[in-house]
């Protein structure tokens, strides 16, 4: 089936930090979400990006959506501590399944010990 | 409530016992998802129900028996489970089924297998 690349699989921060993570795909998407998921608890949705090209900010998150329509990346500014998690990609394909997602593997965020 | 909320969140389970998942929705939304997260693998859908109505069975044994009482409320029934079906079991809905709607989780429900 389709896949998203999700990279990196994991990441260790340190506090002030930037981070920035990336989801690739072969295929063509209509839409990405960028979710993130704390240990316990389902996934919590951060941004979603409609439009080739797009960039959105949510706080010190911003995503955008990549012009070819087959990427997009996360940047997180100035890390803080509860910035740690999984965060996760998904995209709608171009011709897909109406409305179902396609997941990415997820990036663990950690803090450096 | 507000949100999507799941019960119970944690379960055990034996191979041979009949329990139910239940999801409840506080927004709204016509569309319903099932999913599987297993670890190191990514989220898997499992079911899809629009208006009440199943509208995609993603290949999933016959010993996951979902069931979509009204738009709010999901089931997902198990029987005879096998170990290999412990995963976290994520309810999510989403306005439309249509393209552009974005799905919102609820907390999930830890199933182990015994």
């Known amino acids: 089936g389709q896949q998203l690349n999700q990279s990196p699989q994991s990441m260790f921060i340190q506090e002030g930090e930037d981070v920035s993570m990336n989801c690739t795909s072969s295929?063509?998407?209509?839409?990405w979400l960028w979710y993130k998921q704390d240990p316990g608890e389902g996934p919590v949705l951060l941004i979603a990006?409609?439009?080739?090209?797009e960039l959105t900010s949510n706080g010190r998150l911003t995503a955008q959506f990549g012009i070819t329509r087959k990427d997009s990346f996360l940047n997180i500014s100035a890390s803080i501590p509860s910035d740690v998690g999984i965060y996760f990609c998904?995209?709608?394909?171009?011709?897909?399944?109406?409305?179902?997602?396609?997941f990415g593997k997820g990036t663990k965020l950690s803090v450096k010990p | 409530e507000t949100g999507v909320t799941q019960t119970p969140r944690h379960l055990v389970m034996g191979m041979t016992n009949k329990k139910s998942l239940k999801c409840e929705q506080h927004?709204?939304?016509?569309?319903m998802y099932w999913y599987k997260q297993s670890a190191k693998k990514p989220l898997e859908l499992m079911f899809v129900?629009?208006?009440?109505?199943?509208?995609e069975n993603n290949s999933v044994p016959s010993r996951f028996s979902p069931e979509c009482p009204n738009s709010s409320h999901l089931f997902l029934h198990l029987h005879t489970l096998q170990p290999e079906d412990s995963a976290l079991y994520l309810c999510?809905?989403?306005?439309?089924?249509?393209?552009?709607?974005?799905?919102?989780f609820g907390p999930g429900t830890r199933l182990t297998v015994l």
């Open positions: 129900y629009s208006l009440e109505e199943r509208v």
């Open positions: 927004l709204g939304h016509n569309a």
């Open positions: 998904a995209g709608q394909l171009h011709g897909g399944s109406q409305g179902n997602l396609i």
């Open positions: 990006l409609y439009k080739a090209g």
């Open positions: 999510a809905s989403s306005q439309d089924r249509s393209l552009g709607y974005e799905q919102f």
């Open positions: 295929s063509i998407f209509n839409t």
